[in-house]
């Protein structure tokens, strides 16, 4: 009993410096990172946006620093709450500066143990502050309505979700690069504007938006998906067809045929298997005969191969295998090797095959 | 000063002088003769029958001569007595003594006092028998005797309380109530000096193992199906007369929180009532905290669309949230204690004063903030699905430590809190038996009767805490 008032004391002395009450801070929903137009001693425009209680508006500030804590020690002189990063949705990295290598930015959200792991890491192609500072007919803040779209588009898992975590894994990670998704600013809304592939932590090629859903595929594991296959050609013998309500699975098969030193000697095999309905159509197939079903299933087998090649090759090209096929490749030898191995090197001679199956199970309503 | 009767009383002679002397200045005290045969008769005026009077004493006594008067009382109601302790205390129960040729006769020509069996207004149900206990011990006997007809149902006897003698009579099944549990129990009885006993509720405070703990250890309740169920279990129950609360032992933390018609209901229903009250245990005692806790030091774990809201209500509200959440706990406590002093009449008027005026104007002027309203009403609300009121008063009392805790330290304080919580409940223990059974000890048959309410055929056995010596209860296969 005699402790008591001295439990007492060191509960109630012990100091309430580390309040936030809730009225008293300004909750960071964006971060963007861009390159300052006249980059001098290494720095960057760097741009916070906080939604007013009114939800409608938010309140912005930019400036040129050379990181982001500095940047916030300027907006904390002029903003009346105490700014802190625990309520961070999404952090934006400006396509120019992405290019550069964002890892320094990056590490800085990292380390901060307000920030959550779930926060969407994205680039954005254009001026960044504007694209943030805009009003969006879609009603609330560019913020929320950014935050709104990457959720509702990753649910379908054609987007990857980047965000801190994974982006912070694949970079780590051996034989996978990290990709993020592209923004772009239109005169009355914000659209994903493809996927960025990243070699280390530099922003290197672009998958288009259109071919989105191919990359999805490669990346495995789309629940429900939507595919639009517009046949090109006299090759095939429909106009379009659109699959919807896919689901698909990835299979990897790594098989070494030489020395892998230059890549040469690896031959890896992606089978892709897709299950779905199909909903729309236009062509002269007789949907009705089992035949033309079948049909139908190897034209857009091979179509959707032909498109998952095109983007195969980009990557090649850029040198970063953003689909993690180098994992399944390090899974077939040993560390030593793998250690010696230059993996991106190798991943763009490798020889790439995509084998596509696809079956429809059902054609709509009118069947 | 000290009432018990000095050795000199205790060995007076047994004479209706004696008694006069005991009694003077009690004008309820009645002494009546009977000239045709020299008889005496005393008693105390209210406490006995009017038609047992005329049936026993009167009509008997008033005919007979010398002769027939000694024949009559050496028939059965009237007892002999020697003792002078034994015929006062007779007297005082609401007997009559009978002075007859310098011997003594006692009789018992008392009447019933007190109200009717009715429902209970504590302890209500929708469905299930609607009879609750009664002040009177004698009728809560017959009550439970009616339930349990068993020649095994063993009642024995005791009295507390120096000068208001209360009769506590413990009840249990004899081969399945543990014999330590009830020599432990008498033990404990016999030891209470205390000058009265009004309530079981009081005596059990007297009897506990913990006094200074927040905990109630005993379970009460005014239930006799409630009470029948706890002695077919294997516990010991014990009436304190002038008391409508029973109280049963040995009685786990749990026990708290199962009302009796869990098994009037389908065994899923019975479940999901048993889980809701664990939620509103843990709602109770957490949930303005963890409001305080957040809104002080935690803005991440707030969804942020309800964040601005929040912030927006806050932002006119002149407190930290700690000391505005202690206001409107302070405020409902206000409202609550009012409304049970109140009669019922006007108590209505006070849940609309207090409910809708309150919780309104307090809003508006920026006195708290709206979702601080809706987390201390439903703390509120969520005390009263746990059956036991004492308990659930005792639940209130640590939610406003749990507040105090989270407005100092977050969510730190908080579980630290609950931490001291849990670590007072493992130490509390009743009759010698673990308060936080079937946790600690863990019995998993028993957590079929515990958390959840499982189908009968799957509780087949009774309450490890008990300790019974007979452990089967349901032969029934599936």
Not at chain 2, 441 to 465: E, H, Q
Request: hydrophobic share 40%; proline share 4%; with cysteine.
């Amino acid at each position: 009993m005699k402790k008591l008032p001295l439990l007492l004391a060191a509960i109630v002395l012990s100091g309430c410096s580390d309040q936030k009450i809730i009225e008293k801070v300004g909750f960071t929903r964006t971060i963007s990172f861009e390159k300052a137009e006249d980059a001098e001693d290494g720095r960057i425009k760097v741009s916070f946006s906080l939604p007013k209680t009114t939800q409608k508006e938010s309140i912005f500030y930019s400036t040129e620093a050379r990181s982001m804590r500095q940047a916030r020690l300027i907006f904390d002189r002029q903003n009346d709450r105490r700014i802190v990063n625990g309520q961070l949705r999404q952090v934006l990295f400006g396509a120019s500066l992405a290019q550069e290598g964002i890892w320094k930015h990056f590490d800085s959200l990292l380390r901060d143990p307000s920030v959550g792991n779930r926060v969407h890491v994205l680039i954005a192609e254009g001026d960044v502050a504007q694209l943030l500072n805009k009003k969006y007919p879609q009603g609330s803040t560019a913020g929320e309505y950014i935050d709104n779209l990457i959720r509702t588009e990753t649910k379908v898992m054609d987007v990857p979700d980047t965000n801190l975590y994974t982006f912070a894994r694949d970079y780590y990670d051996d034989g996978i690069e990290p990709v993020a998704t592209i923004l772009k600013e239109t005169p009355n809304s914000i659209i994903i504007d493809g996927i960025a592939l990243f070699r280390g932590d530099r922003y290197v090629a672009r998958i288009p938006p259109e071919d989105k859903m191919y990359f999805g595929l490669l990346l495995g594991g789309v629940r429900a998906g939507d595919l639009f296959l517009d046949f090109p050609d006299e090759r095939y013998s429909s106009e379009l067809s659109t699959l919807l309500y896919f689901a698909s699975r990835r299979n990897v098969k790594v098989t070494r045929t030489g020395p892998i030193m230059d890549g040469l000697g690896l031959k890896v095999d992606l089978r892709l298997t897709l299950r779905g309905s199909m909903l729309e159509y236009n062509g002269d197939l007789h949907l009705e005969r089992p035949e033309d079903q079948k049909k139908l299933e190897a034209e857009a087998a091979r179509y959707v191969q032909g498109k998952c090649e095109s983007i195969i090759a980009t990557m090649q090209e850029a040198k970063a295998d953003g689909i993690g096929v180098g994992q399944y490749v390090r899974n077939t030898m040993s560390y030593r090797e793998w250690k010696k191995l230059d993996w991106p090197e190798a991943f763009s001679r490798a020889k790439i095959d995509v084998h596509v199956e696809i079956s429809i199970k059902d054609f709509g309503k009118i069947q | 000063m000290d009432i018990r009767p000095t050795p000199e009383e205790a060995k007076a002679e047994l004479t209706l002088a004696y008694i006069l002397d005991q009694f003077k200045d009690c004008a309820d005290f009645t002494h009546r003769s009977f000239p045709n045969n020299g008889a005496s008769v005393v008693y105390l005026s209210y406490l006995v029958g009017n038609d047992e009077l005329l049936r026993e004493i009167v009509k008997p006594l008033s005919g007979a001569n010398d002769e027939e008067a000694a024949a009559l009382l050496e028939c059965d109601p009237y007892s002999a007595t020697q003792d002078a302790t034994a015929c006062l205390n007779g007297i005082l129960d609401g007997s009559a003594a009978i002075f007859f040729r310098g011997r003594a006769w006692l009789v018992g020509i008392g009447r019933p006092i007190g109200r009717t069996i009715e429902q209970s207004e504590t302890e209500s149900v929708i469905a299930g028998p609607h009879d609750g206990f009664v002040e009177d011990l004698y009728e809560n006997l017959a009550v439970l005797r009616k339930r349990i007809k068993s020649p095994k149902l063993k009642t024995v006897f005791l009295s507390v309380g120096e000068i208001t003698r209360t009769t506590v009579a413990l009840v249990y099944l004899e081969g399945i109530a543990n014999r330590e549990f009830l020599g432990k129990l008498i033990g404990r009885i016999e030891g209470a000096e205390i000058d009265g006993v009004f309530e079981s509720n009081m005596f059990i405070q007297l009897i506990d193992d913990n006094p200074n703990s927040v905990f109630p250890q005993y379970m009460t309740t005014e239930r006799p199906d409630s009470i029948a169920s706890k002695i077919l279990g294997g516990r010991i129950a014990a009436l304190v007369d002038g008391s409508p609360s029973v109280f049963s032992c040995p009685t786990s933390f749990f026990d708290f929180f199962s009302s009796p018609d869990d098994y009037y209901q389908r065994w899923m229903l019975g479940t999901a009532l048993r889980l809701l009250r664990i939620i509103g245990f843990i709602v109770t005692i957490g949930f303005t905290a963890f409001y305080v806790s957040v809104t002080t030091y935690h803005y991440e774990m707030i969804p942020h669309t309800m964040l601005l809201n929040l912030t927006e209500s806050r932002s006119k509200v002149p407190f930290p949230p700690l000391i505005e959440a202690l206001l409107m706990e302070t405020t409902i406590e206000l409202l609550r204690e009012a409304g049970a002093r109140l009669p019922t009449k006007i108590g209505q008027t006070i849940g609309i004063v207090g409910g809708i005026v309150i919780g309104q104007a307090a809003v508006q002027a920026g006195f708290t903030s709206n979702i601080l309203i809706i987390a201390v009403a439903t703390s509120a609300i969520a005390s009263f699905v746990i059956p036991s009121y004492v308990m659930s008063a005792s639940l209130r009392l640590i939610r406003f430590g749990l507040i105090i805790m989270a407005g100092v330290l977050g969510n730190l304080g908080l579980f630290m809190g609950i931490g001291l919580v849990v670590i007072q409940l493992a130490g509390i223990t009743n009759l010698g038996a673990s308060y936080l059974t079937p946790i600690a000890p863990v019995n998993f048959r028993d957590m079929l009767d515990t958390f959840i309410r499982g189908p009968f055929w799957a509780l087949t056995k009774r309450p490890s805490i008990t300790r019974t010596p007979n452990k089967i209860k349901n032969k029934m296969k599936k």
